[in-house]
Every structure is written in structure tokens, then in C-alpha cells.
């Protein structure tokens, strides 16, 4: 508000008043950056979370994971102030072309503004190849007309049949 000030003979308006600014904008969506989008039974990668600034009750329970799971959650100051990690690791018995990462909007920045919408990273594969090793079946095929004679048959010597 602007201090009016009004004496005996003029009026006085002060504009220039510094008034605090009340941040009331929703955060942005983080950066999520897979570092392998295509994983096999077995495998694990490294996922990073990107803010544009600090983030406040950030867990893995705001993450929905399609098809696999995240572990050793933390912040990870070492890649910026704002970068979270996870590692990301693909169920078992599941192929599946189509998955990504969902950060939902239970988490806050340090004014209290929640984010507007959900962030989705991009598609990763998921692989099971247990799966595909099981459904391979081994086929033996007889070899038939074999320059080598067995030892057991004499009378199939390569001079024999010319």
C-alpha cells in the first residue's frame, strides 16, 4: 500500500514504498533425465531429478515408476542444489515398450506453492529376457550325407561311392 501523508498545507504520496513480494507461482517441472531407456532383467540405471528450485517433501511415494522400481532415493548435491537421484530397476516378467516416470504434485517449493500438473519423463523399455530365453526351444537337425564315414560302417568310404 502507498503511505499518504498529508500536512497543514499539501498532500504528500509516496509510491516507492518497498513492499515484500509473496511468491505464489507453481514450481516448474523438474528435468528427468533416464540415463538408460531401454533395461533388461537384471539391469539398473541412474534417474536425476532437475528442479529449478528448492523443493520441499519430495519423496519417492510423489514418483509412480511404470513397471519398475526406485531405491536409494536422496538429494544429491554433488549435480546441483536442486537434483534428486534414484536408481531405477525393471521388474521381472515384464516386456513392455511403452513406460515412464510420473512425478505427481504432493511436493511443494519453500514458498508452499505446489506444482500445477504432474511431470512425465520420457518412454523407457522394459525387457524381461528370462522371459525370452525360456521361449527359445534348441533345434537339432540331423546331419545327412556326411563325407566322414563312421568308423563302425566299412563299406561308406568316399572311394566306395565313386
Same mark, same amino acid.
Given at each position: 500500500?502507498?503511505?499518504?501523508?498529508?500536512t497543514?498545507?499539501?498532500?504528500?504520496?509516496?509510491h516507492?514504498?518497498?513492499r515484500?513480494?509473496i511468491?505464489?507461482?507453481?514450481?516448474?517441472?523438474?528435468l528427468?533425465?533416464?540415463h538408460d531407456?531401454? =533395461?533388461?532383467? $537384471?539391469?539398473?540405471? =541412474?534417474v536425476?531429478?532437475?528442479?529449478?528450485?528448492?523443493?520441499l517433501?519430495? +519423496?519417492?511415494d510423489?514418483?509412480?515408476?511404470? *513397471?519398475?522400481?526406485?531405491?536409494g532415493? $536422496?538429494?544429491n548435491?554433488?549435480l546441483?542444489?536442486f537434483?534428486w537421484t534414484?536408481?531405477?530397476?525393471p521388474?521381472t $516378467?515384464? +516386456?513392455?515398450?511403452i513406460?515412464t =516416470?510420473t512425478?505427481?504434485?504432493?511436493?511443494?517449493?519453500?514458498a508452499g506453492?505446489?506444482?500445477?500438473?504432474?511431470s512425465?519423463? /520420457?518412454?523407457y523399455?522394459v525387457i524381461?529376457?528370462?522371459?525370452? =530365453?525360456?521361449?527359445l526351444t534348441? /533345434?537339432l +537337425?540331423?546331419?545327412t $550325407?556326411?563325407?566322414?564315414?563312421?568308423?563302425?560302417?566299412? *563299406?561308406?568310404s568316399?572311394?566306395a561311392t565313386?
Amino acid at each position: 500500500m502507498d503511505l499518504v501523508v498529508t500536512t497543514e498545507y499539501k498532500t504528500y504520496y509516496y509510491h516507492n514504498i518497498q513492499r515484500p513480494i509473496i511468491d505464489t507461482t507453481p514450481p516448474e517441472a523438474p528435468l528427468i533425465k533416464i540415463h538408460d531407456t531401454s =533395461l533388461a532383467t $537384471g539391469d539398473t540405471t =541412474l534417474v536425476e531429478f532437475h528442479f529449478k528450485e528448492k523443493v520441499l517433501d519430495f +519423496t519417492t511415494d510423489d514418483i509412480t515408476a511404470e *513397471n519398475a522400481s526406485l531405491s536409494g532415493f $536422496g538429494q544429491n548435491t554433488g549435480l546441483g542444489p536442486f537434483v534428486w537421484t534414484a536408481i531405477l530397476t525393471p521388474d521381472t $516378467g515384464i +516386456t513392455d515398450s511403452i513406460n515412464t =516416470l510420473t512425478i505427481g504434485t504432493d511436493w511443494h517449493d519453500a514458498a508452499g506453492n505446489k506444482p500445477s500438473q504432474p511431470s512425465t519423463s /520420457v518412454n523407457y523399455k522394459v525387457i524381461d529376457q528370462t522371459h525370452l =530365453l525360456s521361449t527359445l526351444t534348441p /533345434v537339432l +537337425t540331423p546331419t545327412t $550325407g556326411s563325407s566322414t564315414p563312421h568308423p563302425q560302417d566299412k *563299406n561308406t568310404s568316399p572311394s566306395a561311392t565313386q
